[in-house]
């Protein structure tokens, strides 16, 4: 089955370290995105990659990190430099830019 | 600035109670307006694009409708598992072309 996978579906982080989420889609599209979802807001962008090798920041980018090096893979990292990294995460991707997204089913972080 | 609006915040319905989501937006140049159903702890789900004022597409219970200034999902004869939050996004003309989302409506159909 075509779609996007998100792994894990929780995710645990001490303060001060670094993890990784990953977003992994095989629906063959060109560009990959990164939401984050908090109660009572929208999902706001941190990242988006329109092909492999580019990807561009957000509206929230600060304390975020991603790759593209792959056409189905765009990880995220968070950093220890994201004050408030405890969210929602939301992976989506589209066949470009200018064409709807669909999302994976998330990844939840919370620090502890 | 772009912006998007969703009202009510939460909506309870009886089963079989017909009513309306509304997504009020301000955008430079509207390239699409989208809506979504999210169910608790999932990804949000494609349900409709509309492009141009007076357009209106269909799925099942659910018709989206768009003017120049707003769109309307109506929910006809709900059931309980239509309950979820709703969410709608706008996209708008420019180099990123990226989605602004609403804080969504949370329906709750009660049986």
């Known amino acids: 089955d075509g779609g996007i996978t998100q792994s894990p579906k929780y995710l645990f982080r001490k303060e001060g370290q670094n993890v990784t989420l990953s977003c992994e889609q095989n629906l063959n599209h060109d560009a990959m995105y990164w939401y984050r979802q908090d109660p009572g807001q929208g999902l706001r962008l941190i990242y988006y990659s329109q092909i492999v090798n580019d990807f561009q920041k957000g509206d929230i980018a600060e304390g975020y990190s991603v790759s593209r090096e792959k056409k189905e893979s765009f990880p995220l990292t968070v950093t220890s430099a994201q004050k408030n990294p405890t969210a929602f995460y939301l992976c989506?991707?589209?066949?470009?830019?200018?064409?709807?997204?669909?999302f994976g089913q998330g990844t939840r972080l919370t620090v502890v | 600035e772009d912006q998007v609006t969703q009202s009510p915040e939460a909506l309870r319905l009886q089963e079989g109670e017909s009513s309306s989501l509304n997504c009020s937006y301000t955008v430079s140049g509207l390239r699409g307006l989208f809506w979504y159903r999210q169910d608790p702890g999932k990804g949000p789900e494609f349900l409709f694009t509309l492009y141009s004022a007076g357009e209106e597409k269909e799925k099942e219970r659910l018709k989206a409708t768009l003017t120049k200034k707003e769109s309307f999902l109506h929910i006809t004869a709900p059931k309980p598992e239509d309950s979820a939050t709703y969410l709608c996004?706008?996209?708008?003309?420019?180099?990123?072309?990226?989605?602004?989302f609403g804080t969504g409506t949370l329906l709750a159909v009660q049986p």
């Open positions: 989506a991707s589209s066949i470009t830019l200018q064409q709807v997204a669909f």
């Open positions: 996004a706008v996209q708008a003309s420019g180099a990123t072309n990226k989605l602004i």
